[in-house]
């Protein structure tokens, strides 16, 4: 993860497509989330589309998104949302570093991560950062759109090497991301893999992997 976005024409294009999600999606973000208790990290919250969706266990979310934009929308959402809300700007980088609330106080119990794992540049690094925040136990949540096989692999591939990266926020569509959740220390359960379209439409993200992984 990086300091503050500024990326006006990713915040334009993203605010429309998360207006517009799919069922199938929205299904998806739901059921991520169904079940956790206690207080949340959530990671590239977007314009808070996840919000609406936490069950109320959860006693507080503290909600990351770097790109300005988004956060304002993002705040929005929270004022409207069944659980508390705190959204910031900041990175968990720059927290950690200055030892400011609310990342010096409890471990989380939860972190979520939802469609963000594509877009950071050294996934690993970040993910043994945000192990670091959980307590012993606690879970990764995470929907992210994976590395699929064949020749969307090659689609993918491609689309990586040319412009999805730059106008789609840096997203990388051809990751390995279970991996590399495995490699920093998490221990993946209830992972599977959806098609939230027909295999046949011509999209390097049609496949998403939807799975907890705890700290343990």
């Known amino acids: 993860m990086q300091d503050t976005v500024n990326n006006p024409f990713f915040a334009r294009l993203w605010t ?12 998806l973000r739901r059921e991520n989330l169904a079940g956790l208790t206690g207080r949340v990290l959530e990671v590239g919250a977007g314009t808070g589309t996840n919000f609406e969706f936490y069950p109320d266990t ?14 304002q929308l993002a705040q929005q959402a929270a004022a ?33 991560c939802s469609l963000v ?56 569509t051809h990751r390995h991301t279970e991996q590399a959740i495995t490699n920093a220390g998490f221990a993946v359960s209830g992972a599977r893999r959806e098609w939230t379209m027909p295999r046949w439409v011509p999209l390097p993200v049609a496949e998403f992997a939807i799975g907890r992984a705890a700290k343990l």
């Open 16 to 27: 429309v497509m998360s207006a517009h999600e799919t069922d199938a999606i929205r299904l």
């Open 58 to 71: 959860v006693t507080e979310v503290v909600a990351v998104e770097p790109e300005r934009r988004l956060a």
């Open 80 to 112: 409207t949302a069944p659980v508390p809300v705190t959204v910031s700007t900041d990175t968990v980088e720059q927290y950690m570093a200055s030892g400011r609330e609310p990342f010096d106080s409890a471990p989380f119990d939860a972190v979520v």
């Open 117 to 172: 794992l594509c877009s950071v540049s050294d996934p690993e690094s970040v993910l043994r950062e945000l192990h670091s925040l959980l307590r012993p136990g606690g879970e990764l949540r995470y929907l992210e759109h994976i590395a699929s096989s064949g020749a969307r692999a090659g689609l993918q591939k491609f689309a990586d090497a040319t412009v999805w990266p730059r106008m789609l926020g840096n997203c990388h």
